[in-house]
């Protein structure tokens, strides 16, 4: 059976979600030492839901015990990931399990303080969670003297302002700060030099959502659920020609076939499976036939030769041009840079310009080598993951789909041109 | 020309002040604010949050640039921000690009002459799975076709 953590009890009502046994969780972690919650969150295996995939448990430890400065918890809604839509999900649906999961992590942590920076377009669920932060303080989930535990905590929703690199975590912080959105050098890392200067931890929406559960049921039993080394539920978001797109909670591990047949519906009418980006827009995009054999887990995925990412499942079909496809992405990557570094600011102009031009048939033989080589040379030679995160695309479409590419330099275009384009639906 | 910073909007960075314990961070949300009541971020505005908050204007103007949902011109009373990215895209949103386009007779970046329509482009809006989506100001509007395109604007009040 599929076991239901995130998306099982849809309540965003407080009331609903306290019946359902809601906050439960926090009245047994506040009875417990916080290191015993951290170690129950290592023990489950959880990793991190925002991309990494990083082990949460061990990230809470990090925290160094002999400082005395204040803790922050930060929770990362900014879901500016192409093809992610997850965080949204969750907190339209289930804003109080997030809620009851910020309060358990700054517990753990020892946090009195907790930001939600959440991206400025979400103005509707920055409301919701507003509303919700003010209804769980007045019922003593929150404020002062939790559920006379002694623990203090506020919760504060702060709103970006149109940035992608704000979900990087130390441009997260910068922007909380009242800056630009500029990625830090690490180290010190944030749980050592943070939000303020202060220790910090940052976690995802989901991650944090999956703890409540965590600390109710033990460690051991989310441990198991899963496939192996990814223990536990994970959202997935799939997008595209589809015939049921959405977010989807299920267990670490099942294929990516069954996934794409039972719960995505299968392709549109019409519409033949041709690629899979499968962990939002900055991964490594795999053939039908790749993505057809894997499983939806951090290893089979990574086997597969990509990355379970967000879990931002993004479908082409036999309708989309690769060259450009990848120049909407190579666009979105340029646009977003911060600037800083050299190899992410100039290689993504250079690659969006030059298939800008191959797409327009205007290319040269050259071209195709020269826009591999360019992102050869991005990848892992700047501060945050942004220039790899365009680099891997890049390389994975020439790799994959060199024909298409061909035929454009050859100026024969892919045939699939018309008028506005917007192939899939037509 | 100067910029008064309304009474509301300086109740409310006060009030926002006791969240941080930084003033600098009370920027980027006193600048929504600001947004709100006016429709976009102009110079003047600018000068008047840096003097409020006590910071150089480089400091203030280097963050209203850095961010996309900052207008740094008046928008129109609509702002239709059309999501390009991957799965809109792959899903119509280059049409009902150029329908928009057709039907308002204005290009990317630019308000209709009645100050109805700003037309945008926009990265992913988060909301792939209805898509194609077009945000109007803060609502967003999913699973878009140009039919439902041109009802819209009809109820936004295009005249035709
Ligand atoms: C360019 C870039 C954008 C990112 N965007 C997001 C995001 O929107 N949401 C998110 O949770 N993590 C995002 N991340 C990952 C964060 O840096 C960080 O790893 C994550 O929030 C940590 O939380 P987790 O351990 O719970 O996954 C992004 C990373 C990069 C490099
Ligand atoms: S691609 Fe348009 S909302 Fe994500």
Redesign the interface.
């Known amino acids: 059976m599929m076991e239901k953590i995130l998306l099982k009890t849809e309540a965003a009502d407080i009331e609903a979600y306290i019946k359902a046994g809601g906050y439960q969780a926090l009245r047994k972690a506040l009875a417990m030492k916080s290191e015993d919650v951290t170690a129950e969150v290592k023990k489950s295996n959880l990793r991190g839901r925002g991309g990494a995939g990083f082990p949460t448990g061990l990230k809470w430890s990090f925290i160094p015990k002999a400082n005395t400065k204040p803790r922050y918890l930060v929770c990362n809604a900014d879901e500016s990931e192409p093809g992610t839509f997850k965080d949204r999900e969750l907190i339209l649906k289930n804003p109080h399990l997030l809620i009851e999961g910020l309060a358990i992590a700054s517990y753990a942590i020892g946090a009195k303080q907790c930001y939600i920076y959440i991206r400025g377009e979400f103005a509707k669920e920055t409301g919701l969670l507003s509303d919700c932060v003010n209804e769980a303080s007045k019922r003593g989930y929150l404020g002062n003297n939790i559920l006379s535990s002694g623990f203090d905590l506020n919760i504060a929703v702060h709103r970006g302002a149109g940035a992608y690199i704000c979900g990087e975590e130390t441009a997260l912080l910068e922007s909380i700060e009242g800056k630009r959105g500029l990625p830090r050098l690490k180290p010190p890392f944030p749980a050592v030099v943070g939000l303020f200067g202060c220790p910090t931890v940052i976690n995802n929406v989901e991650t944090l959502a999956s703890v409540p559960a965590i600390i109710e049921k033990g460690g051991d039993w989310y441990s198991k659920l899963g496939a192996g080394k990814s223990a536990g539920t994970k959202l997935f978001s799939v997008s595209g020609p589809v015939k049921k797109p959405g977010v989807y909670e299920i267990e670490l591990g099942m294929p990516f076939k069954k996934f794409l047949e039972d719960y995505a519906g299968g392709m549109l009418e019409g519409s033949k499976l041709k690629a899979v980006i499968p962990g939002g827009s900055s991964v490594p995009v795999l053939t039908a036939a790749e993505a057809l054999k894997m499983n939806l887990d951090y290893e089979s995925v990574q086997q597969a030769g990509s990355m379970l990412g967000s879990g931002g499942i993004i479908i082409l079909d036999d309708k989309a041009c690769m060259v450009e496809t990848l120049l909407v992405l190579a666009k979105f990557y340029h646009h977003e840079s911060c600037g800083q570094c050299t190899p992410c600011r100039e290689g993504g102009g250079w690659i969006e310009k030059l298939l800008r031009k191959l797409e327009a048939g205007k290319g040269k033989e050259g071209d195709i080598a020269l826009i591999y080589s360019i992102a050869e040379n991005m990848l892992a030679r700047t501060l945050c993951p942004l220039g790899d995160a365009l680099a891997m695309p890049v390389m994975s479409f020439i790799t994959k789909f060199r024909p298409e590419f061909e035929a454009h330099a050859a100026g024969n275009g892919c045939g699939k041109r018309e008028a506005g384009s917007g192939k899939s639906t037509q | 020309m100067s910029y008064k910073i309304s009474e509301k909007t300086r109740a409310k960075i006060d009030e926002l002040r006791k969240?941080?314990?930084?003033k600098?961070?009370?920027?980027?949300?006193a600048?929504?604010e600001m947004q709100k009541e006016a429709g976009w971020v102009s110079e003047d505005a600018i000068d008047a949050l840096s003097a409020c908050l006590g910071l150089p204007y480089a400091r203030v103007k280097?963050?209203v640039t850095?961010?996309?949902?900052?207008n740094r011109a008046p928008v129109g009373k609509y702002h239709l921000q059309v999501c390009?990215?991957?799965?809109c895209?792959?899903?119509?949103?280059?049409?009902?690009?150029?329908h928009l386009k057709e039907k308002l007779r204005i290009a990317e970046g630019e308000t209709t002459e009645d100050g109805l329509f700003t037309l945008s482009t926009?990265?992913?809006?988060?909301?792939?799975?209805?898509?194609?989506v077009i945000?109007v100001n803060?609502?967003?509007h999913e699973n878009m076709?140009v039919e439902k395109t041109d009802m819209l604007l009809r109820e936004l009040g295009l005249q035709q």
């Open positions: 969240i941080y314990p930084q600098e961070a009370v920027l980027i949300p600048l929504h280097g963050v850095f961010y996309t949902m900052f390009r990215n991957i799965s895209h792959s899903m119509g949103a280059p049409r009902i690009l150029s926009v990265e992913c809006l988060g909301s792939c799975g209805t898509a194609p945000a803060e609502k967003y076709s």
